[in-house]
């Protein structure tokens, strides 16, 4: 693993380019070794558990339907979740920013007097930056999923959303266990996840408060539903006596009902399986006779630029999100660069959508541009956001005079750039005047031969292009003229 | 907290389009079309545009070719520039004004025509019915030519392998592979042969190949590695885009391979050529 690509945990405030860091990881073959057979493999999985391409588009389609349904009519669900959460007994926070959000959960850690919190993996924690703030204020987070934990060990953040050490192979994660552990080196994952298993089992009963995400928040009977496979979910939402819950505002579904085909979208979308090794649904703090469950549930329903997206029509679908992490598997670009050169926690295509919201254009101007705008990830995702369109309308927000209209994203015209519009105004002039065209196709073809041999950066890659001796329109008409 | 949601506008979440009945064709095959030729094969592959007419007129139809045209607009519009895409897609639009088939010659200028002018247009009702109309009778080449024109192709070429490639517009927006694949198919002696990760981007993707050139740059060095790797002896493809993006790799590299558009090797290979 190259050193250069670590995103240290101490700052992410600052990242370097996105184009820096892209080349970086473009020369590291270890590193694009190992993510194109995770994403081969991947691939292949979905594929098999969706082979029926009729029901794969019906169930997007469904997938589709509910997460709209759902956004249409969200203040309303997400009171109605408060209410219902509240009568089951847990504890509902709101927060607009992830400074709250972690203020929230230090001020319930602080209550308890808590030293170490336990974490089922949640990306909304990653937003928070949870580790670093809380660990700077005495309390320890300790990750408790498997690939989250081995990152931690590593001083890394996750490369994907839901595989967070896919970027590792195995003899990366045996030299880690080896030098962190004192283990003996080896490369059997089993035995490496024996080991892991052992060391944070203890953890388990050590920790204070168990911290977890939420894949769906119920609002008609106030449910929060998690999925996971290594049973840490259950064992971080189960025994510590306090669970705080973090999440999206824009996770929460109707009804129990919606949840069965978005359940099966999302672990089919994202491992092939047709449902996960372990599906808690979470409906309260332990009742007087029951034996055990925490003593006190929180949940934390965090906005962080979410309602920035919100507002839009065509930006909303954002939000459908499940986070299954299919159009990172299938996109080209993510596919050779890994999850670490967005340098943000959301990589990948819906990373480039959703980021613009969570941290503002001026801090990611270049993740919307960072598609060939090939449509995998529309294709794939299972509740059908138009991906590749949104990406479109963000670098169209991008190149917006700063000084246009009223701002209805942060960091809107973040690249615009006077001299690129004055050459699309050229191109423009140039493609409707048949006249102005006619001129500039004639020399083009007449000198063409003298096209220059560098072309800026596409001549890095392939030789420049020569105009043909004749245009297609003096071809054709020439050709079109002679006939009878 | 309802004060989050104080800017959105009511009930504005939209749904995905329901899914796409199969495009039906006309029973009748028309006796006159249209050329829309494309900015790049315009400058760069006009061989491509010549080769398609010849194809079309072997067909027994009266091509057009609008003098006018340009470019349907796509660089901008994918580059976030979309006043600019607008001014020129509406400078196409006025050009094809019988109710004759327009063809193109490349899968992902025929998918903004089909799908994306009612975008750009969305807020012009009249516009619209003229662009839908238009979208309506856009063919992709290889698509008119199998489903329109219902062409039978005699073979008179040498055995000869080939690997076909598509770009990805086309292939989402068009299903230009499959029209590809079975116009080859009707070839007796060409082999098309798979290559590995066919159906994953070149690199292309317009502007991004010159904002992105080190990400396009390991794209398109990994398609022309598995396009050598295929064993075919040609690279085909019905998208100019493409082609420029391969053949230029191909010959920074210094290969033997090299692509060639999918009109002029059917042309040739049905004894079009000399």
New interface residues.
Partial sequence: MNEMLKIPLTDLSDPPPFKARARQALGDDQLRRNFRTAMDSLMTKRLASLSDADERERLRELGNRIRARALSKLPKLLERLEANLTRNGVQVHWAETTAEANAIVQRIAERHEAKLLIKGKSMVSEEMDMNLVLGAQGIDCLESDMGEYIIQLAGEKPSHIIMPAIHLNRQQVGTLFHEHLGEPYTTDVDELIQTGRRVLRQKFFEADIGISGVNFAVAETGTLLLVENEGNGRMSTTVPPVHIAVTGIEKVVENLRDVVPLLSLLTRSALGQPITTYVNLISGPRKAEELDGPREVHLVLLDNGRSQAFADSELRQTLNCIRCGACMNHCPVYTRIGGHAYGEVYPGPIGAIITPHLVGLERAPDHPSASSLCGACGEVCPVKIPIPALLRRLREENVKAPTAEPHLLRGQGSKFSARERWTWHAWQNLYTSPLLYRGFSYLATRFGRFTPGQLGPWTEHHSAPRPAPLSLHELARDHLEQRP | ??E??H???P??????P??AAPRSYPQEKPTQVY?F?T?V???????A??DS?RLL?REGLR???P??Q??C?Q????????E?AR??A??QLALFAEPWPVVVPSGSCAGMLRHHYA?LFADEPETLRLVQNLAERTYELAEFLLHVCRVDYQDHGAPTKVALHTS??AR??MQTHLHGRALLGQLEAVERVDHDHES??C????T???????????????KTRALQDSGAAQVLTADCGCL??IN??L??QRAALRGEHLASFLWRRIGGAA
Avoid: W
């Fill in positions: 907290m309802t989050l949601f800017n959105a506008a009930n504005a979440t939209r749904t995905a329901p899914l050329l030729g900015c094969v315009d400058l760069f592959y006009p061989a545009g010549m007419i007129e091509v057009h070719f003098q006018a340009s470019c607009g660089p901008a519009y994918t580059s976030g520039y979309t600019e001014a020129v509406r400078a975008e990805c517009s989402r927006e994953e981007c690199g292309f993707g317009g991004f190949s010159v904002r992105m050139p080190d990400i396009s740059g390991a794209m398109v060095a990994d420029m993006n230029g790799a010959e920074k």
